[in-house]
Structure formats: structure tokens, C-alpha cells
């Protein structure tokens, strides 16, 4: 992980995008302070295929009846 100042930033705008391409992190300091963090952009992993978590989950035949009165839980 590398450090930049607020002020360099400027200067050094091309070096810290190098440094960011192959996935490093880089954190930007303001008064010896950490202000932000700067990580490469992620493209969208993968699109979602519908259906494709048919089977995965099942629901009782009970699922919507009325619930037992809580009366004698006390």
C-alpha cells in the first residue's frame, strides 16, 4: 500500500494511477492524517441468470397457516 499527500497528488496523478492498475491501494494523507483510500475500479463480476436457483429453497405446506396462541408461554 502506498502513501500520498494531498498536495503531490497533482504531480503525481500519473505514477499513483500506475500504481493502482495492477490492484494495489493507495491512501491519501492530509496532515498527517489518512483522508481516503483510493483501490482500482471492479468491473461487474458476472451477470445473474434467472432461474438459477430453482430447487435451492423450499417452503412447508405450513408456511401461511395462522401461528398457536402464545398465551401459555408465560
Do not use: W
Amino acid at each position: 500500500m502506498h502513501s500520498i499527500a494531498v498536495e503531490s497528488i497533482g504531480d503525481k496523478l500519473k505514477e499513483l494511477l500506475q500504481a493502482i492498475a495492477p490492484g494495489e491501494e493507495v491512501v491519501i494523507v492530509r496532515g498527517g492524517e489518512n483522508i481516503a483510500r483510493v483501490v482500482p475500479y471492479e468491473t461487474q463480476r458476472s451477470r445473474r441468470v434467472p432461474g438459477s436457483a430453482v430447487g435451492k429453497a423450499t417452503i412447508s405446506a405450513d408456511f401461511d397457516d395462522p401461528l398457536s396462541d402464545f398465551a401459555d408461554c408465560q
